[in-house]
């Protein structure tokens, strides 16, 4: 089977990658170039993106993300978003994740 096709059922009956695209980068690496990346990513096949607000490259994500669907490669629904809040209020980070639908 193609892993790009292959999927994790969730326990609300999504459906995930097992395979995200990272978006964390080095400070003195330019936020443009993670905009860049995701889109490179997505047309790759990626539909698991992985992100988190201590990353500080939400928006350049979700404007790679909205390129790729407003040129066709993707539909949003084929988009499974992930990111972390870091710190909560047990000190820990929260995963949320959510399909773009």
Not at 2 to 10: A, F, G, I, P
Not at 37 to 66: M, N, P, S
Request: hydrophobic share 35%; aromatic share 10%.
């Amino acid at each position: 089977m193609n892993s790009k096709h292959q999927y994790v059922e969730l326990s609300d009956g999504h459906f995930i990658p097992p395979l995200g695209f990272g978006t964390y980068k080095l400070q003195e690496v330019p936020n443009s170039n993670v905009t860049e990346a995701t889109k490179i990513a997505i047309e790759a096949g990626f539909r698991h993106i992985d992100c988190a607000y201590v990353y500080q490259v939400e928006e350049e994500v979700g404007l790679a993300i909205r390129s790729k669907i407003a040129d066709g490669t993707v539909k949003r629904e084929d988009i499974f978003y992930t990111s972390k809040d870091w710190p909560s209020p047990l000190g820990c980070p929260t995963l949320t994740a959510g399909s773009w639908r």
